[in-house]
């Protein structure tokens, strides 16, 4: 996809959001001349035409420059952590109506094997086995916009040895997780301890395989979550109207085509432009069994399973598991679909800003582009964009009612 060249009012517009934004978000770089370069790295991230290299942002004939940019994004040892954690906190103070915290794999596909947690790994997302870094965003997100703010660096076996990560300054407290639940969950526990920001939904996709830990993880926490999951995941319920039979445990899918009867529609809008779409949606009070070779959840927790068919489909589509049981189905919906709005953002501005680009082999280096690469995303929406298209149920053509309770067991 070819990347939007912003006009030139609008680039002025976003480096004044980008000088206003040095003092409270670096202040903890102590240095006036990091600082500096923090500017100019940011600038060039949204001036910059093609690919956001260190050279490209340098400019033909300036190699000074150049040299200072690299000593600063891949050698300078500025902690990117109180960068990002006042980020976060600038935009739950600026941005509109923020909802949830939304988890986003990314994935960066190499030709060589230097660039750090590079690998030859299946990739879920891409259905096959590349060469790659997988990486994740955990974006703040509305439904006129949405920034990341926390990013995590999967390290495949390999680069936690002593040899590759010695070559690439992994530090010693950087472990080699899988890429989507166990980096996620524990850095949505690193920000719901110490960044010191509201409690919202964490909405994510999560593996069969991982969710009996994810959930235990975010409820003894008191982390509200809405977990995408498979068809196939095994849920446990009990079956209305009898409560000593059961607990039954089948696939979500099976249960929520059981609950077709009891299916309500909402019309939204679709974010990022006004086309309108018909989903309807059953719910049922649950719990996550485990997978085969899973332990039983201890103690269990209850669950809500929300099932969602397209209008003129026979069979449901899609499929969450939510500890939210205070909120009809079609809220727990809308949060769910504010993974379309990241994944709209990401698309037209960050990697417009380069979130893929860099081309270092540090770890350090790595964490401060990304790091670099959300500021800038943040001005850029915060400087050139209205509110715009977004998913909310159409007003006065939405139904859903809070689904009636039923007995459930789960384990």
């Known amino acids: 996809m ?4 912003l006009p030139e009012d609008s680039v002025r517009e976003v ?5 206003g934004m040095i003092a409270p978000l670096f202040e903890s770089l ?12 940011l600038n060039g991230l949204v001036r910059t035409a093609g690919k956001k290299t260190i050279r490209n942002i340098a400019g033909t004939g300036a190699s000074s420059v150049e040299q200072s940019l690299q000593q600063f994004i891949s050698k300078s040892p500025w902690d990117w952590n109180p960068v990002r954690r006042s980020l976060a906190q600038h935009l739950e103070r600026t941005a509109r109506r923020p909802l949830a915290w939304v988890h986003r794999p990314m994935v960066v596909e190499k030709a060589g094997d230097r660039s750090v947690g590079v690998g030859r790994q299946f990739v879920p997302q891409l259905g096959r086995t590349a060469n790659c870094q997988q990486a994740g965003g955990i974006w703040l997100a509305s439904g006129e916009a949405s920034f990341p703010v926390e990013w995590t660096l999967t390290l495949p076996g390999p680069w936690t040895g002593e040899l590759l990560r010695r070559r690439a300054g992994i530090p010693e407290t950087a472990r080699s997780l899988t890429p989507a ?8 526990r690193r920000m719901a301890a110490t960044w010191q920001l509201q409690r919202r939904p964490v909405v994510m996709e999560v593996a069969a395989c991982d969710l009996p830990q994810s959930v235990d993880s975010f409820v003894l926490r008191g982390i509200p979550f809405v977990f995408k999951v498979d068809g196939s995941q095994p849920v446990s319920f009990a079956p209305a109207g009898r409560p000593k039979a059961g607990p039954y445990t089948v696939p979500a899918r099976e249960l929520a085509d059981s609950l077709r009867p009891q299916r309500r529609a909402v019309e939204w809008a679709r974010h990022g432009s006004a086309e309108e779409a018909v ?3 059953a719910s049922a009070p649950v719990l996550a069994a485990p997978g085969e070779d899973g332990p039983p959840a201890a103690p269990p927790t209850p669950l809500l399973l929300v099932g969602a068919w397209a209008e003129d489909d026979p069979l449901p589509s899609e499929f969450w598991l939510t500890n939210i049981g205070d909120r009809p189905a079609a809220q727990v919906f809308l949060l769910a679909r504010l993974a379309d709005r990241v994944a709209l953002d990401f698309t037209e501005t960050c990697e417009a800003v380069g979130i893929r680009d860099f081309e270092g082999r540090s770890f350090r280096g790595w964490h401060h582009h990304a790091t670099l690469a959300s500021v800038a995303h943040a001005a850029r929406l915060l400087g050139t964009r209205a509110p715009s298209g977004q998913a909310h149920p159409l007003p006065g053509r939405t139904g859903l009612p809070r689904p009636a309770p039923r007995h459930a067991h789960v384990r």
């Open 2 to 5: 070819a990347r939007v060249v």
């Open 279 to 281: 989903t309807l949606l």
């Open 15 to 19: 480096s004044k959001v980008i000088d």
């Open 30 to 41: 102590s240095r006036r001349d990091q600082r500096n370069w923090a500017r100019v790295y």
């Open 181 to 188: 639940q166990d980096d996620a969950v524990h850095a949505v």
